[in-house]
């Protein structure tokens, strides 16, 4: 296939795949005035009701310009060979390829992101602030973004290198060391992310000794479940709204709660929380997960190590000397549909689990307060009642709180 037949398809990828995305967005807006489900006509009172119809069209609305900017951004870039313009600057200070794909992707994604940053800055200043989310201040909101932009110049940039290295070094062959790289890595980042990222944005402290930690741990212990790890997280410092997660596994697991759930909720609504999350665990989801994704990896990366070294691929994006970084994006875009569908896939799979982890609590808690804990949360968070369908099966990878209540409550 010659260069500019590729050029169309990538451009005709990025319009179709905008174009799916809006008529998604549309028909979920379409139901923002739905009838509340009966079973749920007690998550909000009539005030707080409107107010969460005004946020949900608020944020339809400015995902709309924000979507709309990046794709006729990113289209722009494209066609008036932007990415051949940052390749040779990247090549006019250094031959080594390793150091030109680091300089070339480094420009494009902090040129990016400084280009989204008033959006970022609008939707928590001015939307989450207006429903009275927000707690971040402007200092944390800065220190977050340099915070972010070092992390993935070391970590990203520390993966990109060796990626490239494996490519001069092996060729096509490539891919087999970059796929035992990054699964090395995802294992380890799955155990350490706890211990070594988030105390770069957030204060985490054992649970304290009192009723609430007694509860979770006689409840661990009836269902045979070693949980020495119980930290509470100071979430309050950038958003009111709440949430739980499970990490790590084998010693290193350990159960992490918002200080803003623990204060949002009572302690046998957070057990049912807990309960649910142990579900998880117990019902092997954290290694499937894990597997399917390293799995997903492995395909990427094979089918990248057909393509990347191709000619007309760079061409496609005007630069005449093929290399790995333009293979890579040209790659990464023509890629997206197949993303699209593994998504798709593995959020099915997702919402599977989570009526599983749902029943364990049920079964070996209580389904009554896991109930109400959920409606606390969506209320909390002023979450939509009526999405649409389609929408849910894209794009979620919880059932929604319906789904959820009438699965707890055993009506299907
Ligand atoms: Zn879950």
Do not use: C
């Amino acid at each position: 296939m010659n260069s500019e037949a590729i050029f169309y398809i990538i451009i005709g990828i990025i319009i179709i795949d905008f174009i799916f995305d809006k008529i998604l967005d549309t028909l979920n807006a379409r139901h923002f005035d739905d009838p509340v489900p009966k079973e749920l006509d007690d998550v909000y009172n009539s005030e707080e009701y409107e107010k969460s119809q005004r946020y949900k069209k608020e944020r339809y609305k400015f995902g709309l310009v924000i979507s709309t900017f990046s794709v006729l951004l990113t289209l722009a870039f494209i066609i008036f060979g932007g990415f051949a313009f940052v390749d040779e600057i990247a090549r006019n200070i250094t031959d080594n390829a390793i150091l030109t794909a680091l300089i070339f992707f480094g420009i494009i994604m902090f040129g990016s992101d400084i280009l989204m940053l008033p959006f970022s800055w609008y939707s928590t200043f001015v939307i989450e602030e207006k429903y009275g989310f927000n707690k971040t201040t402007k200092k944390t909101f800065f220190l977050d973004k340099i915070k972010g932009w070092l992390m993935t110049a070391i970590v990203g940039g520390g993966i990109l290198a060796l990626i490239v290295w494996f490519y001069q070094v092996a060729g096509d062959n490539f891919w087999w060391y970059a796929w035992i790289l990054v699964a090395i890595f995802a294992v380890f980042m799955n155990m350490f992310y706890a211990k070594l990222i988030v105390p770069l944005f957030n204060k985490q402290t054992p649970l304290p000794e009192g009723s609430l930690r007694t509860k979770i741990e006689e409840y661990a212990q009836s269902v045979g479940f070693t949980l020495d790890k119980i930290f509470v997280i100071d979430g309050s410092k950038r958003s009111t709204k709440a949430n739980a997660y499970f990490s790590g596994f084998g010693s290193e697991k350990r159960i992490t709660l918002y200080d803003t759930l623990v204060n949002d909720l009572e302690d046998e609504e957070i057990v049912a929380v807990l309960a649910h999350e142990v579900g998880h665990y117990k019902k092997n989801h954290i290694i499937v997960n894990m597997a399917a994704s390293i799995l997903t990896t492995g395909f990427t990366l094979w089918l990248l190590s057909l393509f990347v070294g191709s000619p007309q691929l760079s061409a496609a994006l005007g630069v005449e000397t093929a290399s790995f970084h333009i293979g890579l994006v040209a790659f990464g875009i023509l890629y997206s549909p197949i993303s699209e569908l593994t998504g798709f896939i593995m959020n099915y799979l997702s919402r599977k689990f989570e009526y599983q982890a749902d029943d364990f609590a049920r079964n070996t808690y209580n389904g009554n307060f896991l109930v109400s804990s959920l409606k606390k949360l969506s209320k909390n968070s002023l979450s939509n009642l009526t999405p649409h369908k389609l929408y849910v099966k894209v794009h979620y990878s919880h059932p929604t709180l319906l789904q959820r209540y009438r699965n707890l409550r055993g009506i299907v």
